[in-house]
């Protein structure tokens, strides 16, 4: 099993930043995609950025650009730097972590934080 912790999530306003972070714990062997996906309220999740653990990404054209993901594999944890912030992103953005153990794919969520960007 896999915990992830979820944290920087906040209210800011049109044009500001936030970063978010987050940190997995447990069995931790074999971690391979981790990211950031989101919902707003009445929307599908989607996805926003994921990296590998070789370092491909990928990431939603929505945000390409004012986005910027990075992870830690030393420290297992993901971050989501967010400039340029606009009202269309505010969302609950969840961890998303892909684990390969043989022949298995388990994947995780965080239990989500909460970006709110005022007009």
């Known amino acids: 099993q896999v915990q992830l912790v979820e944290s920087g999530g906040g209210l800011v306003q049109a044009g500001g930043s936030l970063r978010l972070s987050c940190a997995a714990s447990?069995?931790?062997?074999?971690?391979?995609?981790m990211g950031w996906y989101r919902q707003a309220p009445g929307k599908q999740r989607e996805l926003v950025a994921v990296?590998?653990?070789?370092?491909?990404?990928n990431v939603a054209a929505s945000v390409k650009g004012r986005f910027t993901i990075s992870r830690d594999n030393a420290k297992n944890a993901v971050y989501l730097q967010m400039n340029s912030l606009k009202p269309e992103d505010t969302a609950v953005y969840y961890c998303?972590?892909?684990?390969?153990?043989?022949?298995?794919?388990?994947?995780?969520w965080g239990q989500g934080t909460q970006v709110t960007v005022s007009s």
């Open positions: 998303y972590v892909v684990q390969d153990i043989a022949t298995t794919t388990y994947d995780y």
């Open positions: 447990g069995s931790i062997f074999g971690m391979n995609a």
């Open positions: 990296m590998t653990s070789g370092g491909s990404t």
